[in-house]
């Protein structure tokens, strides 16, 4: 093994090191617990339905099992096929859901400062300062503000995209072009909001930068890159195309949403109030989604870093630029040309997620900064100096996570009796209420459903189709002969009312009237820790 190959596998010990540190205490109860509730569920759930269809029957690997009876629900928000392929062979091999998905999560974060860290690397020639770079980009307070969103950590091939467009512009490798290809494929599979941000950002700094090669040496990479390019957008494709038949049904995010979570100059100053130095100064200035500061000492090093200019440094100062201006979203007179120009534009709610552009450019820059005050230092003083930097960035980043959700680590009774019945289509009671579609409760049914697959007309995720609205209209007073009469139109076979999650007399009046319907067999009862669960057949 050569000898940079353990410099790498070192440095990425050392990020799940700090990782496991800066996210504690997540990695002590990696099979019971999730930060927030309903993102994770719906993570766990995709990751989980990856693993279950792959080997059945990979032609439906989009058609979910939830919102029965729509196509396409794995992509209703990002799909993350890459998190779910990298976690299938876990849960192939007895490791649970739970654990799959906080593993996923945590190696999401380290792998991003790893990869940082050899960007970075790249660019200034020097470890030290490459380290500081992938602290800066792995810990910064967005992360914690995004820890239940596993595809927003999913930043890997953010740095790696760049590392190989860098050595394909010096070198016109037709392997490094490849490698850029790839990383960039790579990186729409896992979080499709930041493969977009990083097109819009890297295509105007790519002309740019061929702009200014030699005649010779741009034909060269023209050359290497255009094939690599053709095969990547070939293999993004069916994704895309995917996703466009959705947006036909699902239509695009109101300009009420993209306002919402568009960033605004001074949520560049805000942190959540659980980040432990800045949270109760800076919490005002931002809102979720939008709490976006880099600490003071990524800025201190940005700026320095940004005093001396070359090629390079032009091109990290324009992706972050370019990030910047895209987080502002409706806020700026840019974004609506955007929207209309690139259809992906129109699915996405929060532009204020393309900050990871900035806070990438800011933590490359930190690199050059880092590398030129260390310039003549002995390796002793550098690495001391560069300890307590390290220590002193992780202090400012540090955030408090107190939001936990505790999960069984067996499946409820109920869960265990669908999976030994044959197809049937589920719903859940209490159903979501149309004003207000967003239940914990949905999120816990799809959590559910991993336990048995059957089809249910429950769900959660980043649109909700027709036919989820109509369900919570026509269910408002449930259980009565209209809303039963949509039941039956819909297909559902099994009604699971949950007793542990309604006011006992209410669950006691809604049974007692189901039961007393004809159409209306029971079938089974549990004792579940929450309460009791009833299952109903109805009878058509």
Known sequence: MSRDTLRGLGVALLFVVLTVAMTWPQAANLSTEVYDSDDPLLSIWRVSWIAHILPKSPADLLNGNIFHPEKRTLAYSDSVLLEGIAGAPLIWSGVSRITTYNLLLLLSMALSGWAMWRYALYLTGHSAAAILAGITFAFVPFRFDHFHHLELQATIFLPLTLLYFERTIDRGSRRDAWLMAACYVAQVYSCIYYSVFLATALLPVAAARLWRLAPEQRRRVVRVVTPAAIVAAIVIAPYAYAYGLNRETLGERSDSDVRLYSATVSNYLATTDANVIHGDWSARFGQPERFLFPGVLAMMLAIIGAL???QRRVSVLALGAIGFVISLGLNTPLYEPLRAILFPYRGLRAPARASILVFLAIAALGAYAWARLMRGRSKSTTAIATIV????????????????????????????????????????????????????????????????????VNGYSGFFPKTFIELAEHTTSFPD??????????????????GGLMDRDAFGDMTAALLARPD?????????????DVVLRLRR
Not at 481 to 498: E, M, N, T
Not at 520 to 532: I, K, N, S, V, Y
């Open 308 to 310: 001396a200019i070359d």
């Open 389 to 456: 930097m390290a220590a002193a960035l992780l202090v400012e980043f540090r955030t408090t996570l107190d939001r936990w959700l505790t999960l069984p680590e067996e499946p409820p009774q109920v869960y265990r009796w669908l999976a030994l019945q044959p197809r049937s289509v589920v719903a859940e009671v209490p159903f979501a209420r149309a004003d207000s579609l967003h239940s914990i409760y949905d999120g816990l049914y799809m959590f559910n459903s991993t336990y048995h697959w059957q089809p249910i």
């Open 481 to 498: 002969d209209a809303s039963i009469a949509y039941l039956k139109q819909r297909g559902v076979d099994f009604l699971v009312i949950h």
């Open 520 to 532: 209306m067999e029971p079938m089974a009862q549990f004792d579940e820790r929450m309460g009791l």
